[in-house]
């Protein structure tokens, strides 16, 4: 559960997430937790009162202070992106410091009323924002996002979006969960519309916080059925089958699309249609 208003002491011993932009603070000798007491943190000392806990590990408190665009780099520490942590760091970690990240965005975004433009105030026993004059109340935003990978006998459908960075890396089919949808409508939705083919077999694989910055990706599994490849030439530059045996780079399975395609391999290695 995440509390807020933590009383700290000179002594607290603690799991600090500090942010810094969107970047955390991480120690300088070695990319993983910052654990120390909270008279080591000199620099985060105007913090004290915005302190929200976020969970513990090992027995230790987790404990987040968002500095803003402050610049906390300082001698013992660097600051580092979420995909970073991600790649170089435990997936506990990584787990850590997503939630944390989530939190301190909502915070950050929530400062005034959608509806009413007035001050918002933080809850003291959940973690939401509540308007001062029309009490309306938000929750930490997470925006659901399928995934599915799609398979055709000994071949998988990749694509590259325009969004991607590298022009060497393929991934599977994604988007955003509309308003009033299921999962599964999302799903066929999406895959139709982005590369225009229909899917069969629909079977949910796993979930992972994807916090870049707030989504909850949902994995599926699925078959091809019909139609030919048609990219919608919008979020999607190229598509195409591609044999499972001889694949271009795709994502690490530190990502859910990793593991879907990996899993999809497997599923192509024991299957003899
Ligand atoms: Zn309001």
Known sequence: MIEQNIPITHETYAIWL???????????????????????????????????????????????????????????????GLRSVLNECSNAFFEIAARS????????????????????????????????????????????????????????????????KSREMYSIIAGFVESGETLEQAVHREVFEEVGVKITNLRYFASQPWPFPHALMMGYLADYDSGEIQVDGREILTADWFDLEHLPTTPSTLSIAGQLVESTKELMKNHTD
């Not at 955390?24 to 993983?32: A, G, T, Y």
């Open 101 to 164: 990240w989530q939190v301190a965005l909502f915070i950050r975004t929530h400062r005034f009323c959608g509806q009413c433009g007035s001050k918002m105030q933080q809850v003291d026993w959940e973690m939401a924002m509540q308007c001062t004059r029309c009490q309306h109340r938000c929750y930490p935003r997470i925006s659901p996002c399928v995934i599915v990978a799609i398979r055709h006998k000994d071949k998988i459908l990749l694509a590259q979006g325009k969004s991607q």
């Open 18 to 80: 500090i942010f810094s932009g969107d970047k955390v603070l991480i120690p300088n000798d070695h990319p993983s937790l910052l654990k120390c007491a909270w008279h080591e943190l000199g620099f985060a000392h105007a913090y004290k009162e915005q302190v929200v806990k976020i969970g513990t590990y090992d027995e230790l408190p987790c404990l987040l202070i968002d500095m803003g665009n402050e610049n906390v780099a300082q001698q013992h520490f660097s600051l580092v």
